[in-house]
């Protein structure tokens, strides 16, 4: 699974969808559905966009996370 930290970065900032739909020329509904993580798939594009805007790389404002792996337990 990929989790996209949209949301705290705008949420450190303070910043409203629209406002950074206007400051990037992103689509409103780009940025709507990298925030709520419901976005199917998102373009290179707007990824470099986002990246330049928030002065942050790829791997910070995306993370995978594998939910595949069994999860190891701590023996006591």
């Known amino acids: 699974m990929i989790k996209?930290?949209?949301s705290r970065f705008m949420g450190e900032r303070k910043l409203k969808i629209s406002d950074v739909a206007r400051d990037t020329?992103?689509?409103r509904?780009?940025?709507t559905l990298?925030?709520?993580e419901t976005a199917n798939r998102i373009d290179i594009e707007a990824m470099d966009c986002l990246?330049?805007?928030?002065?942050v790389g790829v791997g910070?404002?995306?993370e995978f996370?594998?939910?595949?792996?069994p999860i190891s337990v701590?023996?006591?």
């Open 4 to 6: 996209c930290h949209l």
């Open 25 to 27: 020329g992103l689509h």
């Open 29 to 31: 509904n780009t940025i």
């Open 34 to 36: 990298l925030y709520q």
């Open 51 to 55: 990246c330049k805007y928030f002065g």
């Open 60 to 62: 910070d404002l995306f």
């Open 65 to 69: 996370i594998d939910n595949d792996s």
């Open 74 to 76: 701590a023996k006591s």
